[in-house]
């Protein structure tokens, strides 16, 4: 099962190449810098207290990848229709608009508060997605432009050249925070760099893909592809865990740094710099294995080189996590570990993702890679920003080498099952895979990433968890609840508007999770809040209304469940049962309220939350209407 190209791609000039290459280093430089800075900017100039650094930074992460995947999503789609170079000088200005914001952002810190902090959640939005899109379509243009034999290299070149921006060029740069008004000089940087792109694109590059014609359904093609080859859905299943690598590291690496230097007597700027440096040694580590994972996926399986390249990133975090202190020297053998496989899984990932895809659709293709990756991040940084603040400063590197594990093992597993390819890169072994093992797996991981948590934490003394964490837990059940409520009212849309009708396979068992992440947030109240003390519990209800909301929410959500299985919809009769379900809605709206007035004032996430609840509701409602007589 192999693709030929659809058509000779046109090669560039060397200069249009060089302009891509040094388009794509700039690209990931503002995607880097507005990373790296953020934990400080959040400590210095917003005045974030200490014990919510983790969790304010992973909720304006989480806020901002969820508008960049919609945005970078949308432009894939769209690039296929109306050509590259429109779709990234876009991506500039909008770079070139979110840094002239963050530059009154922090003139207003001081005055507005809580309000300037809203204004950088915008800030943040701008720049990841406008940065993120032009790297993407950078990538996307190499991929145009490239036939079977010279791939590897040209891809292996536009990677070398986004790690070096964002990794070692970022590293640099973020020194300049130790000086005077250093913070305002590299939120100069950005508003410098979007000008500089938008006018390289439009007077350098041109676009040399056939763009997509008529009426025909994007996604729908892209689902065939994917439901076909074992391949992409490891590709898709290994940027889950991969795209979220720097995000992971450059965040929680500095907060770590920073956490602890007041107890080292070292400023927090020094410590934001030297944790910029050691980010900087696993990107000199991507650029110096990158070279040698070409001559791997050219020679081996593309699923081998996966495999082999998580599960050396997978030691690499394992490791770090076992560290104690952020400034001991060794400390840059893990990250040097995770650098090697972040560059083999990034590059083998691009290269297999342009060689399956066919060029009319190679748009859409690398944006749906980038939708998964970014829906990793998203899930990623919320767990992690929760664990940092309850379990300490290294548990998010312990969180991402589970994952990476997990992954290293689907693809033993596609191994295992006669999945690979020959000498010439064509795929072997015809068995279809079903992904709800998987789906079952990944769903799962939360719950046992709070078990690893309680058990390696400590907190179990003569059989009593009295110790624990219990706002961390509490919380922590509640957010995955409504992360997987909102996906499983998301399967529908999307299964209408793609054509997809296999993901109907996946919407019970997502929203079965939704239950039990709701059915232990609930018990853990009375259970670990209160000791099962009723008549203090009913005295913190009253105080706190809000708890209320949750129980109606859950009330009939358990109803829901409970008539989830074959048995009782036969009972029930189909239309009984479908008006019944169509309750979830109302859990969704009562969910969100619930959210909304238990979270911080300064917390932007529920309100996201509750605009996609809103969105959703708002397309069933007009399906409903659609389909209503008269």
């Given at each position: ?11 560039f ?28 900017l ?17 909720d ?12 970078v ?6 690039s ?19 840094a ?23 800030v ?11 790297q ?37 740069v ?5 000086q ?25 590059l041109t ?25 992409m ?8 865990y ?38 900087g ?9 990158i ?32 560290f104690?202190?952020p ?19 990034t ?34 940084v ?14 998010p ?23 690979n ?10 068995r ?10 990944t ?8 078990i ?9 003394t003569n ?26 009212l ?30 232990m ?27 209320l ?21 036969r ?5 009984r ?9 109302a ?25 996609i ?7 069933r409602?007009?399906?409903w ?6």
């Open positions: 099962m192999s693709r030929k190209d659809d058509g000779p791609g046109r090669a000039v060397p200069a249009q190449w060089n302009a891509i290459y040094l388009l794509g280093a700039a690209g990931a430089l503002v995607a880097a810098l507005i990373v790296g800075i953020q934990p400080l959040l400590d210095t100039v917003f005045g974030i207290a200490f014990e919510k650094e983790g969790s304010i930074n992973a304006v992460q989480v806020v901002a990848e969820i508008i960049s995947i919609i945005a999503g949308l432009a894939g789609l769209t296929d229709r109306i050509g590259r170079v429109p779709v990234i000088a876009i991506a500039f200005l909008a770079v070139c608009f979110g002239f914001l963050s530059l009154v952002s922090l003139d207003t810190a001081p005055t507005l508060g809580a309000g300037a902090l809203v204004l950088f959640y915008l943040r939005a701008l720049i990841t997605s406008g940065a993120e899109t032009a993407l379509q950078l990538a996307t243009l190499v991929g145009d432009a490239s036939e079977f034999g010279n791939r590897p290299r040209l891809i292996r070149n536009i990677v070398l050249m986004t790690v070096f921006g964002g990794t070692v060029l970022a590293a640099i973020i020194q300049i925070a130790k005077p008004g250093g913070i305002a000089v590299i939120l100069t940087l950005p508003l410098l760099v979007g000008i500089f792109g938008f006018f390289m694109a439009r007077r350098m676009d040399v893909a056939p763009r997509l014609q008529g009426d025909e359904h994007l996604l729908r093609k892209v689902w065939a592809l994917v439901s076909r080859d074992p391949r859905q490891l590709a898709l299943v290994a940027a889950f991969t795209r979220a690598d720097v995000v992971i590291t450059s965040l929680f690496f500095s907060l770590w740094c920073i956490s602890v230097s007041d107890l080292l007597g070292m400023t927090r700027t020094a410590a934001a710099a030297h944790a910029a440096v050691m980010i040694l696993l990107g000199f580590a991507v650029l110096v294995a070279p040698f994972w070409k001559v791997v996926i050219e020679r081996h399986s593309r699923i081998s080189a996966i495999g082999a390249s998580l599960s050396l990133a997978g030691m690499g975090y394992g490791v770090l996590g076992m104690a202190n400034f001991n020297g060794f400390v840059a053998l893990p990250l040097l570990l995770i650098g090697v496989g972040h560059a083999g899984c590059v083998t990932l691009n290269v297999l993702t342009v060689d399956i895809s066919p060029k009319r659709i190679l748009g859409s293709m690398l944006g749906t890679v980038y939708l998964i990756g970014g829906v990793g991040i998203i899930m990623m919320q767990s992690s920003g929760y664990y940092f603040d309850a379990a300490g400063p290294r548990a590197f312990l969180l991402m080498a589970t994952g990476k594990f997990l992954v290293t093992l689907y693809a033993g597993w596609l191994l295992l099952n006669g999945i390819e020959t000498a010439t890169h064509s795929l072997t072994g015809g279809k895979i079903d992904w709800k093992p998987l789906v079952f797996m769903a799962a991981l939360p719950f046992v990433w709070l690893g948590r309680v058990l390696t934490g400590g907190y179990i059989g009593s968890l009295a110790e624990a964490p219990v706002g961390f837990i509490n919380r922590y059940l509640g957010d995955w609840a409504i992360t997987f409520l909102l996906i499983s998301a399967i529908r849309p999307v299964q209408e508007l793609t054509g997809i009708k296999v993901l109907a396979r996946y919407r019970r068992m997502i929203g079965l999770y939704a239950f039990f992440y709701a059915l947030h609930v018990i853990a109240y009375p259970a670990l809040e209160w000791a099962f003390n009723v008549h203090d519990m009913l005295g913190d209800i009253v105080k706190r209304p809000f708890i909301l949750g129980i109606l929410a859950f009330i009939p959500m358990t109803a829901l469940a409970v008539t989830s299985t074959d048995r009782q919809i009972r029930l009769g189909g239309k049962w479908k008006k019944l379900h169509q309750a979830v809605y859990i969704g709206i009562l969910a969100a309220l619930h959210f909304i007035f238990a979270a911080n004032h300064e917390n932007g996430e529920p309100y996201v939350y509750a605009v609840i809103a969105a959703l509701l708002a397309y409602v007009a399906g209407r659609k389909k209503a007589p008269g």
